[in-house]
C-alpha cells in the first residue's frame, strides 16, 4: 500500500477498544491475547520498551508459560548508548523479561554498531525471516510507535531516528540529565510493525489522552504514528480511563 508522505482519512477496519481499570488490568488483558496467541501457533513476538509494557512482562514472568521455542523482535534501540547502561532498551528487556523467561532467540536492533544504516538493513532480513505473530506497542505523547515520530512514512522500514524534542523531554526523566538523553535512536519501520498479524497497544494515564483520541478518532495521518493502526485488520488498543478521557465515542 502507498502511504508515503500522504495523509489518509478512510478508515478501513474498526480497531477493538478496551479500557480497563489500571495498568495491571491491561497488562492481564494484554497477556490474555497473548497467551491465546502461543496456544494458537504464535512463534514470534515483538517487544517494546518503556514503562508501559511492564505490568504485561509481569504477568509474562508470573505465568507458567515457557518461552524458550519462541523468538522476540524489539522494536528499538537508543543510538550510541552502550548495552549496559540502565537506560539501553537491551538492559531493560534483560532486567524486566529475558533475565527471567528468556526466548530461544532475542533481538533487540544494533544501537552501538559502527554502521547504523547497516545494522537498520541486518535487522531488517532479522524482521523477514522471523515474521512478528504478535506486536506489542507503547505509544508516545506525541503518538509515536517505536521510536517512528510524526511525519515518519507509514511504509518506512528499519531506520536511524533523530528524537523529537518532545520525546527528549518525555524521557529525560530516566536519565540524570536532560543533555545526556541521546539525541538518536535505531527503531523498527512502521512498515514492518503494519506487516504483524496482530498488535497490541497499550496506554495508560492522562499524558496519552491526546495521542490515545487522535489514534482511534483522528484521521489516518503521518502527523499521528498510530494512526495507521485504523488501517490494520487485527489491532486491539487496551487503555486505562485516564487514557481514554478525551474519548468522545466511548
Ligand atoms: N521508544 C519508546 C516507545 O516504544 C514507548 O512507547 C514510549 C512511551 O514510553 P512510556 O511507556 O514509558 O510512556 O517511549 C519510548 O519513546
Known sequence: MAYIG???????????????????????AAFAIIQQGIATGAKVLGLATGSTPITLYQE????????????SVNLDEYVGL????PQSY?????????SKKPFKHSYVPEGMAADIDQAAKDYDKIIEANPIDIQILGIGRNGHIGFNEPGTPFDELTHEVRLTESTIEANKRFF???KDVPRKAISMGIGSIMKSKQIILMAYGSDKADAIQATIEGPVTTHVPASVLQNHANATIIIDEAAASKLTNK
Open 6 to 28: 500522504l495523509d489518509q482519512t478512510r478508515r478501513t477496519t474498526i480497531m477493538d477498544i478496551k479500557i480497563v481499570k489500571d495498568k495491571v488490568a491491561g497488562g492481564q
Open 60 to 71: 509474562m514472568i508470573k505465568s507458567d508459560l515457557d518461552f524458550r521455542q519462541l523468538t
Open 82 to 85: 552502550p548495552y549496559d547502561n
Open 90 to 98: 537491551h538492559q531493560f528487556m534483560q532486567d524486566n523479561l529475558f
Open 176 to 178: 540524570a540529565d536532560e
